[in-house]
């Protein structure tokens, strides 16, 4: 069992800069790639970035490439996202999530490969 615990949502204003955390319970974070996914009002869940468990494999959706950064630090369980330039449409509720792999550089696009969620953290990007 893995339980997720997201922080850092916040209002912001447009172009502004907010740091996600998600902090990871349990001794095998070197197991799971993690992800970010986001889901705004009435819209389906997306997916935001994923990392691999040895940092080597990274993806992001097209529409916050160039903008956000993920990071982890697997000494302190913790997967980051960084965002800058922040827009209104990337108003939502941020959620991290775990994904159980069999080697270090996998990582997935898809909400369907990942275990374990967190219950997410609300992002507002408004003037």
């Known amino acids: 069992q893995v339980q997720l615990v997201e922080s850092g949502g916040s209002l912001v204003l447009p172009g502004g800069s907010l740091r996600l955390s998600c902090a990871a319970s349990?001794?095998?974070?070197?197991?799971?790639?993690m992800g970010w996914f986001r889901q705004a009002p009435g819209k389906e869940r997306e997916f935001v970035a994923a990392?691999?468990?040895?940092?080597?494999?990274?993806a992001y959706a097209d529409s916050v490439k160039g903008r956000f950064t993920i990071s982890r630090d697997n000494a302190k369980n913790t997967v980051y996202l960084q965002m800058n330039g922040l827009k209104p449409e990337d108003t939502a509720v941020y959620y991290c999530?775990?994904?159980?792999?069999?080697?270090?550089?996998?990582?997935?696009?898809?909400?369907?490969?990942?275990?374990?969620w967190g219950q997410g953290t609300q992002v507002t990007v408004s003037s």
């Open positions: 999530a775990a994904n159980q792999v069999v080697t270090e550089w996998e990582l997935s696009r898809s909400p369907a490969r990942y275990n374990y």
């Open positions: 349990g001794r095998t974070f070197r197991s799971y790639a």
């Open positions: 990392i691999s468990v040895n940092r080597g494999g990274i």
